[in-house]
């Protein structure tokens, strides 16, 4: 699976939308983007994922750029309780490998 | 629709005693995945199982450990003679049939702490 690059942390005010970036430039073609997050000591939650095209659900949206070198995930009004540590993940899916690898994700600290 | 359940939620065990940990996924889905999370570090792939399958165990510890996924019941994963350095988060994810996207759904984790 491609790897990917994240910010270590970033800070966004209360009520603002937070973008967190990753990059996974060596992606191919038939690699889907993940975003996971764990809230602390809690399991990780799944967020969103795509392949080509910009996905928006109730909790955010994904914007993939057009080579697919990077993506952005955006929570549009960031609560406090959207703290916590953000995990953007590349993976191919097929029968025999399906494990997610998991990085040193984007810690994201909504202040008040 | 309940999600993914694990338990127990905390558990102590002394050197060289046994811990069974357990994982009833979604329902409907039939793939099991076991990650494990140290102090302070991320999560990493342990184990994927289909119902009484093994599929891919890479990321599982050659010694002491082993995991399960009956026809009927939890999957069990099993840790004998712990040791120390076991102590960890152990999260259970479960995913549907076989799709082109697998979307894992976690537990809440079971937490080992070895004395």
């Known amino acids: 699976d491609a790897k990917t690059t994240q910010p270590p942390s970033m800070d966004c005010a209360e009520g603002r939308a937070a973008n967190l970036p990753c990059n996974h430039s060596?992606?191919?073609?038939?690699?889907?983007v993940y975003w996971y997050r764990q809230i602390h000591s809690q399991g990780p939650q799944y967020i969103i994922h795509g392949l080509k095209n910009n996905e928006t659900n109730e909790m955010a949206s994904l914007i993939i750029t057009e080579d697919r070198k990077s993506s952005t995930l955006i929570l549009p009004h960031a609560t406090l309780r959207d703290t916590a540590v953000y995990y953007c993940i590349v993976r191919v899916v097929n029968m025999g490998r399906r494990a997610l690898t998991f990085g040193s994700g984007t810690r994201l600290q909504v202040q008040p | 629709n309940a999600g993914v359940m694990q338990n127990p939620r905390h558990l102590v065990r002394r050197r060289g005693q046994e811990a069974r940990l357990r994982c009833s996924p979604m329902?409907?889905?039939?793939?099991v995945y076991w990650y494990r999370q140290l102090p302070e570090e991320g999560l990493k792939f342990m184990v994927y199982l289909q119902k009484e399958n093994i599929i891919d165990e890479s990321g599982m510890p050659k010694e002491r450990f082993s995991a399960e996924f009956p026809k009927e019941g939890p999957s069990i994963l099993r840790i004998q003679q712990v040791v120390r350095g076991d102590s960890a988060a152990y999260f259970c994810?479960?995913?549907?049939?076989?799709?082109?996207?697998?979307?894992?759904?976690f537990g809440p984790g079971t937490r080992l702490t070895v004395l």
């Open positions: 060596t992606i191919s073609g038939n690699e889907y």
């Open positions: 994810a479960s995913s549907p049939s076989p799709q082109d996207t697998d979307t894992q759904y």
């Open positions: 329902k409907g889905h039939s793939h």
